[in-house]
């Protein structure tokens, strides 16, 4: 479970704060100003203030505590709302429907184009069907299409998702940590207060669009062909669009579209010193890096450096520490380097098929499937992402 911090109450202690910093400032104030020792009440004002002060700091930190993305349960209070994270290797589970089935890929599919006019299949279509003739698919499909996905995915199956159940959700984070300063008895304690922002996660649309012919309708692995079909075409625009997408109309934003990421700069040919940057300047940022990924050409490029004996270079041992994955959906210029817990993937709970022939399918014998995933990418820490990039 992930706590979503409830930022409205956060404002009133901060303000708080700021009203009891003032009230110590003004009796150390007129205190100088008449050219003498706090009185004895003011003394002991000035002790209750701090005290109030620091319970209020704490709180504070706790809620910052509070804001990690684990997985297991979290017991919520009246200040925090419970948000279920799952993390890589964890399987997804989305919210049951009243009329939910336990349909193959291969018996919805027949089911829509036709060929099966009885059952199972047919039955859940007259429950399921909209009036434009897209079907939500059973959850347990939805969860097989997109964990299957996650496996073939160097970045989407590596960060945290969460279930959209309504396309929107607005998370907190940390855009100012709190500090603390070493005082004197006495002495004002100088002004620190955290700051969160809310970050939003509003569903945009991913198509898909899986040609099928006659012949695979009547085959009889028709489920394993679509479902590695479906969860390919998924993984593969989600890595894409999550590294570059614009975030421009109905385009997710992507990691490199937000401007206070690190951003770091290498000269001549890629090697390992591109991947030590990269961490290097997420560390920097007080922020322990997870994974790192480069494109497949650059794997190669990397496996095939030797030395001047020719022997092959072995890789340098802190990159032991760190889960490498490559993707042809990076450019073969850049590295990726981030904190898995630093951002988190939403996607809507509902994913919808729709069956039809193409412009000249009919001549073809090919119809069509057409997916659609709704998903958006919250970044909740930009330091804890370094795109590493290589001039010649």
């Not at 992930?2 to 110590?24: F, G, H």
């Not at 490199?256 to 290498?266: D, L, P, Q, R």
């Not at 991947?275 to 497949?296: H, Q, W």
Request: hydrophobic fraction near 40%; charge should be negative; include cysteine.
């Amino acid at each position: 479970m992930m706590r979503v911090l409830e930022t409205r109450a956060l404002p009133v202690l901060i303000e708080k704060r700021n009203d009891l910093l003032e009230e110590m400032e003004t009796l150390v104030s007129k205190a100088d100003t008449e050219t003498r020792a706090l009185k004895t009440n003011e003394v002991n004002r000035f002790n209750t203030i701090k005290n109030e002060i620091s319970e209020i700091d704490k709180k504070l930190d706790a809620e910052k505590r509070d804001y990690v993305m684990t997985p297991g349960k979290n017991k919520g209070t009246s200040d925090t709302k419970e948000l279920r994270v799952f993390n890589e290797g964890e399987k997804l589970e989305i919210e049951s429907r009243a009329n939910d089935s336990n349909l193959s890929m291969g018996q919805l599919v027949r089911a829509m184009s036709g060929v099966e006019t009885e059952g199972d299949g047919i039955k859940y279509l007259r429950d399921m069907s909209s009036a434009t003739g897209a079907v939500v698919i059973p959850k347990q499909l939805a969860t097989q299409i997109i964990d299957k996905a996650r496996e073939q995915s160097a970045v989407f199956g590596k960060i945290p998702i969460t279930v959209l159940a309504n396309n929107n959700l607005t998370v907190a984070r940390v855009s100012k940590d709190a500090s603390a300063s070493w005082v004197a008895e006495g002495d004002l304690i100088p002004g620190s207060s955290a700051e969160f922002t809310g970050v939003n996660l509003e569903g945009k649309t991913l198509a898909m669009y899986v040609p099928i012919t006659e012949q695979l309708l009547d085959s009889a692995n028709i489920s394993g062909v679509l479902m590695n079909a479906c969860s390919k075409a998924i993984a593969t625009a989600l890595d894409k669009a999550l590294i570059y997408g614009t975030g421009v109309g109905s385009e997710i934003k992507g990691i490199s579209e937000h401007t206070n990421i690190n951003k770091v700069s290498h000269t001549g040919a890629v090697n390992y010193n591109m991947l030590i940057k990269g961490i290097g300047a997420t560390k920097t940022a007080n922020v322990i890096p997870t994974d790192v990924v480069y494109n497949t050409t650059v794997g190669a490029d990397l496996a095939m450096l030797t030395d001047i004996n020719g022997q092959y270079i072995t890789p340098p041992k802190v990159l032991d520490n760190y889960a490498i994955s490559e993707s042809n959906n990076i450019d073969d210029s850049q590295t990726l380097v981030y904190n898995r817990d630093c951002m988190l993937l939403g996607i809507n709970k509902d994913i919808k098929l729709e069956w039809g022939y193409t412009s000249d399918g009919f001549q073809r014998m090919i119809k069509a499937l057409r997916i659609y995933i709704r998903c958006d990418l919250g970044v909740t820490n930009e330091k804890g992402i370094s795109l590493v990039t290589a001039t010649v």
